[in-house]
């Protein structure tokens, strides 16, 4: 994989790296992870610049994000509530929740899109829901892009600073997502449970 990577951006360069995370946004076959720091890396054995790797990732990562707004537009509350009306009473979803769930998207949408950047694989899919509830559009690229800067700025410096062993950042990284995905694993029964219970 490194080989791989090092090919197409001493290639292609900020083009590269740009047209990666637009992909690993899209559908991720390499987390972004590896490849900010180790674009990060290449900042110091090529050309690259810490600036311009920060700033074509981000590019890339808003360009995917925007991908997949429009499919969650394609997805909006009426098909959602034709979907209930069929399978409604096997998912014990009515028309109200995905109503009460619209409005809360609506109110705490900018946030929520805002923090989620800094979850692996959560980071790309909330563009998703944020199309699906028809959020703003400026909110939602601005929000992104902010969500999306900071968590570029934070891989690529690292990757930068610890050079050829960038390594060990994906791996701390890889603990990370771990924590991540245990604590909204964690959060998602507790909120199952409540659901239900209210049902009952």
């Known amino acids: 994989?490194?080989?791989?990577?090092?090919e197409i951006m001493s290639e292609f360069g900020y083009m590269g790296i740009m047209f990666l995370i637009a992909i690993e946004n899209i559908f991720p076959p390499i987390p972004s992870e590896v490849i900010l720091t180790f674009g990060g890396f290449m900042t110091t054995t090529s050309k690259l610049s810490i600036i311009g790797v920060i700033t074509s990732a981000t590019a890339g990562s808003v360009i995917g994000a925007i991908v997949l707004y429009v499919i969650g537009?394609?997805?909006?509350?009426?098909r959602l509530e034709k979907i209930v009306d069929r399978w409604g009473h096997i998912l014990r979803i009515t028309k109200n929740d995905i109503h009460k769930a619209d409005a809360w998207f609506d109110k705490y949408g900018p946030w929520t899109v805002f923090f989620c950047r800094f979850v692996p694989l959560i980071r790309s899919l909330i563009s998703v829901p944020a199309g699906m509830s028809n959020m703003n559009v400026g909110l939602f690229l601005?929000?992104?892009t902010i969500g999306t800067l900071i968590w570029n700025i934070v891989l690529v410096y690292l990757g930068a600073s610890v050079g050829g062993s960038w390594e060990v950042i994906v791996e701390y990284m890889e603990i990370y997502s771990k924590v991540i995905y245990?604590?909204?694993?964690?959060?998602?029964?507790?909120?199952?449970?409540?659901?239900?219970?209210?049902?009952?």
């Open 1 to 6: 994989m490194e080989t791989w990577l090092a």
């Open 73 to 78: 537009l394609q997805l909006d509350v009426e």
């Open 142 to 144: 601005l929000f992104t």
């Open 182 to 200: 245990a604590l909204l694993f964690l959060l998602v029964i507790v909120l199952l449970y409540l659901f239900i219970k209210r049902k009952k």
